[in-house]
């Protein structure tokens, strides 16, 4: 290469550069190593059995823990009301997003606020059906 490189801002010196084929981060992930999120993701698709009315099903875990924390929300536990509102609030969200703005955002907000109150009502030791 010339002499007369012009070394300056974006423009390292060139016996410092990458070489081709070496890494920025040579310690870093393993090519092919799996991130959380896609751990998570496997292991929550992975079928189980359960019981079904008397009948053996195969069903996702995440499926099953959806079960179970909705079975418990039906029977009165005020955490797992709430944390399957946040989800089913969260899951609507994400939804309309997905959507784009073709949703009227606002036309969601009576439903959202009347979720708060029941929420707030159970939460506060109401028993959530107004009376």
């Not at 010339?2 to 090519?31: A, E, L, T």
């Not at 099903?57 to 959806?66: M, Y």
């Not at 924390?69 to 939804?95: I, P, W, Y």
């Not at 784009?100 to 708060?116: F, K, V, W």
Request: aromatic share 4%; net charge positive; glycine share 10%.
């Amino acid at each position: 290469m010339k002499d007369d490189y012009p070394v300056g801002y974006r423009k390292p010196p060139i016996q410092h550069r990458f070489k081709p084929g070496q890494s920025g981060n040579p310690g870093g992930r393993d090519k092919g190593s799996k991130n959380m999120a896609t751990v998570v993701r496997r292991a929550l698709e992975q079928k189980v059995v359960v019981m079904d009315g008397g009948r053996r099903r195969s069903v996702s875990k995440l499926e099953a823990a959806c079960i179970q924390q909705s079975n418990k929300a039906a029977a009165g536990d005020r955490h797992a009301l709430k944390l399957m509102t946040e989800v089913l609030v969260a899951s609507d969200m994400v939804e309309a997003a997905r959507q784009g703005p073709t949703i009227d955002r606002s036309a969601l907000a009576p439903h959202y606020e009347t979720l708060a109150k029941a929420l707030a009502t159970r939460l506060a030791g109401g028993d959530g059906d107004g009376e």
